[in-house]
């Protein structure tokens, strides 16, 4: 069973950046549309950014102008460029596919902590 790994979180001082990756833990798995999600403690899970497998983008509004998100086919991988980190983004941030979502199945996530 295929899983999306997720990496590049860590610990960042207000206003800096990190680059999130997303990548399949089986290379045969092609990521098209994918979805970037994160869940800040206590709070339910929120859509952040967006990809359609034609390359439409979307962003929530609270991370507009701030965040990228990218994918490169040759890598199979899709990124989250994050720019301009405020203490409010912390949380775990997730990448998942609508049908994976739809049935629950998870990765592991990567925990992105912002300090004021």
């Known amino acids: 069973q295929v899983q999306l790994v997720e990496s590049g979180g860590g610990l960042v001082q207000a206003g800096g950046s990190l680059r999130l990756s997303c990548a399949p833990s089986?290379?045969?798995?092609?990521?098209?549309?994918i979805d970037w999600y994160r869940q800040a403690p206590g709070k339910q899970r929120e859509l952040v950014a967006s990809?359609?497998?034609?390359?439409?983008?979307k962003y929530v509004d609270s991370v507009k102008d701030r965040f990228t998100i990218s994918r490169d086919n040759a890598k199979n991988t899709v990124y989250l460029q994050m720019n301009s980190l405020k203490p409010e983004d912390t949380a775990v941030y997730y990448c998942?596919?609508?049908?994976?979502?739809?049935?629950?199945?998870w990765g592991q996530g990567t925990q992105v902590t912002v300090s004021s």
């Open positions: 990809i359609s497998s034609g390359g439409g983008i």
């Open positions: 998942n596919v609508p049908l994976l979502a739809a049935a629950g199945d």
């Open positions: 089986r290379s045969t798995f092609s990521i098209n549309a």
